[in-house]
Structure formats: structure tokens, C-alpha cells
């Protein structure tokens, strides 16, 4: 059975920094590409940062270059983002994907190819 799950959601006020982090169970973790995605209240899902198996290669989506930073524990199957100089904006539940195969680039933050996704964490930003 393979799980995905996210933590390390939670209120905090704007310009504060939060870490998410993102278990894996039940797959070969290092085979996989990871990505993390949110969608906020009214909108569309969006990609805000993917990497590759082995970490040597990550993307953010332009609201977020600079302030967020995507990582991985392959020891501890383990994913996380760390973010900093949050604004309201940031708002939106955030998930955790694994993708699989292919080529990785920074088309996957378009969401193509996630094999299996976790239950989400909600961020809520504080003014």
C-alpha cells in the first residue's frame, strides 16, 4: 500500500516562515520525482516545486523563486518545503506527489505524470 502524507500546516502570520514535510511509504522513493502543489480557495491547482529522484535538480514556480525551497531525504523517504516571507497569498491547501519515470524538467510542475498524491496540508497566512 503505498501512502503519501503531508504535515506541517498550520497559521502563521505574514512574513513568518513555515516547513512542510512529506512521508512516503509503500514505493522505491528514490525512483520518483517529487513535486509540491496547492490550490487555494476559488482557484485552480498550481505546481509551486518539484525536484528530481536524486535532488540534483529543482523548479518553483515564479510566486514563489526565492522565497520557498523544495528538498528531499531519500534516507527517510522524505520530502519538504521550506517557506519563507509568507503572504497571504501562500493560502491553499498544499500537496505532495510522486511521479515516476520519464524525463524530469520543468514541465512536470504542470502536474503530468504524478502517480500517487497525498490528502493535503492546509497553510493559512495571517495578515
Known amino acids: 500500500q503505498v501512502q503519501v502524507v503531508e504535515s506541517g500546516g498550520g497559521l502563521v502570520e505574514a512574513g513568518k516562515s513555515l516547513r512542510l514535510s512529506c512521508t512516503v511509504s509503500g514505493l522505491n522513493f528514490d525512483d520518483y520525482a517529487m513535486g509540491w502543489f496547492r490550490q487555494a480557495p476559488g482557484k485552480e491547482r498550481e505546481g509551486v516545486s518539484c525536484?528530481?529522484?536524486?535532488?540534483?535538480?529543482?523548479y518553483y514556480a515564479d510566486s514563489v523563486k526565492g522565497r520557498f525551497t523544495i528538498s528531499r531525504d531519500n534516507a527517510k523517504n522524505t520530502l519538504y518545503l521550506q517557506m519563507n516571507s509568507l503572504s497571504p497569498e501562500d493560502t491553499a491547501i498544499y500537496y505532495c506527489?510522486?511521479?515516476?519515470?520519464?524525463?524530469?524538467?520543468?514541465?512536470?510542475?504542470?502536474?503530468?505524470?504524478?502517480?500517487?498524491w497525498g490528502q493535503g496540508t492546509q497553510v493559512t497566512v495571517s495578515t
Open positions: 525536484v528530481s529522484w536524486n535532488g540534483e535538480s529543482t
Open positions: 506527489a510522486a511521479a515516476s519515470g520519464g524525463a524530469f524538467g520543468r514541465w512536470r510542475l504542470q502536474g503530468h505524470g504524478y502517480n500517487y
